[in-house]
């Protein structure tokens, strides 16, 4: 049946349905993640190829960036959710079937690339106002739950056995098709554009100088790209950083390492639903500031206690920091060009970062830059690259 109208409860059905479908989506693309680096180690791949396998899935973001929010705007946001799921289902099976895993992590990332308008954009349509930062804070605990468990999960199984890890991956994105199927089918946000090349990059491009001109937009675009690369970032060098500092050369240590930022995020992203609405979004930006801080001195640990300590209080820092940021870009996307486009926009400076930060980590890593020095280096950058924004943002 169609629904003509938001529910705006947070418990609704189809902000249950979105939630576990998101859930089991994040887990598959977590669990997949350290499944297929388990895979390269198992089949020779050198360190520095390791941050190639993430670029070639931000790669699909970026070039699918002009497209994928007139889809999320132009169908039912759950049944593009559903489509883009299923993408994810076929390149994790083919992963298994023995196909070279960049090819099969990037037609993850495809999919990924389609699914993220239609996850964000939907929330705006489920629920409004004060309660959209709310929905926002639950998607992100959502998610980050599924990071936590998913990238255990794909640690520990690939230490068992890679083949059986991959395949769980698999059956887990076919969950979330089924999860998918439940989420109520809503009005289309921006029916009867065109669907030719050259209106369609147009309209997208157009989009991004609407939200880039407007500072409050500007402001959460440049705040998430910089949070999202750095996050990125951060996840690859937890995998050489383990072995190189603690001596520990298993699959499962670097997961329960991540594991340990995603119940900060949890947590975080609580904290801001409670003390962060859309007009005192500024709030957030000394949490991200510590954000480099944390990592810096997590750079110098040389032992397991403290190094879970830290990288608890930077995912707490990072779940305050993005939500309130989310939250504003989509209401004032909203209300400007959709959405969906809003969302495809911010993936694209997300991206873009991602693919720049970790371009820069592979080349220090190949060139013998020592692992420690990374990370210093990278949670100083990062730090002054926030503060230079809150300063920007307070004299705009």
Known sequence: MRESHTNNSLWSKGMLAVTAAQF???????????????????????????????????????????????????????????????????????????????????????????????????????????????????????????????????????????????????LVYAGAVVANLLIPVLPVARPGQSWRFGPMTNSFFSACRSLWQNGETRFSLVGTSLFWGAGVTLRFLLVLWVPEALGITDNATPTYLNAMVAVGIVVGAGVA?????????????????????????????HALLPAYGLLILIGLLGGFFVVPLNALLQERGKRSVGAGNAIAVQNLGENTAMLLMLGLYSLAIKVGVPVVGVGVGFGALFALAIAALWIWQRRR
């Open 273 to 301: 639903a409670k003390l962060v609405t859309l007009e005192t979004v500024s709030r957030c930006m000394p949490a991200g500031i510590l954000i480099g801080v944390g990592v810096l001195f997590f750079s110098l640990q």
């Open 24 to 170: 089991l989506s994040a887990f598959g693309d977590n669990a997949l993640l350290f499944a297929t680096l388990a895979l390269l180690k198992e089949q020779y791949y050198p360190d520095w190829s390791q941050p190639i396998l993430q670029m070639v899935f931000v790669g699909a973001y970026i070039l699918f960036a002009p497209f994928v929010g007139q889809v999320a705007d132009s169908f039912p946001k759950g049944r593009v959710m559903m489509v883009a799921n299923s993408l994810k289902l076929l390149g994790a099976a083919s992963i298994c079937l023995g196909v070279n895993p960049f090819v099969g992590y990037t037609l993850v990332g495809i999919g990924a690339a389609a699914y993220s308008p239609a996850k964000y954009g939907i929330l705006g349509e489920l629920t409004t106002g004060d309660k959209l930062v709310k929905a926002n804070g639950l998607m992100e605990s959502s998610t980050i739950a599924a990071i936590l468990l998913g990238s255990v999960a794909g640690g520990v199984l690939a230490d068992w056995h890679v083949l059986a890890a991959l395949g769980v991956c698999a």
